[in-house]
């Protein structure tokens, strides 16, 4: 690792599965721990970065040397903080799984079943794609995107890719236990904006943020 690979870097991460509530007990959410995320927060604190770490996940030990953590849950408040240090952001990591729909309606109070009630309905509207819209307000910033793939994961990346105009996609595979969410390895295809693409094997979430960052410095010199 150089120490100062990344000084005076301003690295913005995003970290954990956001949640959508219902009511005052129930939620919707996604399986992610947060882990990727923190990994990549960690290493770039540990290459000399200015950390900003947006997070849903309070539980999580924060890592050395971070600048700054900020807690969210829901995909409209991920979307307030990231968009508030975006300007100040020269690389910016969206490991976070972000909930695509949300309950149209929350509901104040707990929501009871009635009697003899054998089904029910949800309904959901669309949440607004955090990582599209960084996307087209891009500037001098380096954007990465996750993508979450449990089939034809190179195929559905490359369409991420190309609509949400990043510069690095970081595609892996959330089918296995072993790799993926709340692993602590994980195995990924980086997929770069010039159609170059490489595939990082199997090895530990460190390992992988260590992989990404040394390759995104490399191209910003
Ligand atoms: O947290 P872990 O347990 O360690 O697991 C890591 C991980 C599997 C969650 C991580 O490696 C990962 O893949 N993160 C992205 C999860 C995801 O939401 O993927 P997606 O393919 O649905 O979305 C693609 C990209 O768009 C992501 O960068 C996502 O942050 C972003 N997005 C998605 C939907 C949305 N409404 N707004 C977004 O910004």
Redesign the pocket.
Known sequence: LTPQLLKDQVVVV????TTEPLDPVRFIG????????YAVAQVAAMLGAKVILISTRPELAVPAQLERVIYVQT?AELQGAVQAVYDQANIVV???????FKPVQYAPQKIKKQVNQTDFQLNLTK??????A?GQQKTTQFLV?????TNDLLSNAQV?LAA?QVDLL?A?D?SQTDR????DD?E?TLLWADGTTEKLPLTT?VTIATQILTRIAQVQK
Do not use: Q
């Open positions: 995003t970290a954990g599965g996604n399986r992610s721990s947060g882990k990727m995320g995909a969206m490991a976070a799984a972000v909930a695509d949440n607004p794609d955090i990582l599209a960084l995107g996750f993508a979450a793939e991420k949400k970081v892996n959330v993926g969410f709340n692993a994980n990924v979430k």
